[in-house]
């Protein structure tokens, strides 16, 4: 028996994933056609949504993790509200995230190695929220507008600030 994994896109409803079930354990998966496009990451059209993991970990993660990685609701990430479509009728992301919680356990990962997932997705996010504006001086042509955001994100992806800063700048 399969069962797919669907997407919302306005191109194309359902992605190319499938897993295998044997005997009501994952055996296997296939992926017919791999499509990760950065541009979903940065930009969605009216009507989509980003990665569905991204809402799954917002609305499921416990308040605790939520608060210590200083993440909310999807309306609060640039990166998740340009489609304004962060709900989709008849899908319940907190119990889809927890569905993926089982899924990573069954493969092996521990509590650690998930919440560094956790924290790159919500590195992620705080990352999209980061401003830039004019810079004050001659010699650069812009500055971050908002110090606490890139904080933020260089703490959750573990990186150097200044190192993050120069590199966006």
Known sequence: MRKRSETTTLPALESSRRLIYAKGKIVGATIDTY?????RLLFQARGE????????MLRGLPLSDKTAMK?????DFHYLNQGKASVISGVDDAS?????????????LD?????SIWRLLA???HLGNVTFE????????????????????AELLQV??????TSLL
């Open 35 to 39: 499509l990760l496009e950065k541009s």
């Open 49 to 56: 949504r980003n990665y569905h993991i991204f809402y799954q």
């Open 71 to 75: 993440i909310g609701s999807p309306e």
């Open 96 to 108: 889809n995230f927890d569905r993926v919680v089982s899924a990573m356990e069954l493969i092996g």
């Open 111 to 115: 509590a650690a190695q998930r919440m």
């Open 123 to 125: 590195g992620l996010l």
């Open 134 to 153: 004019e810079a004050n001086d001659d010699d650069e042509a812009a500055q971050i507008g908002d110090i606490d955001t890139l904080e933020k994100a």
């Open 160 to 165: 150097d600030i200044i190192r993050l800063r």
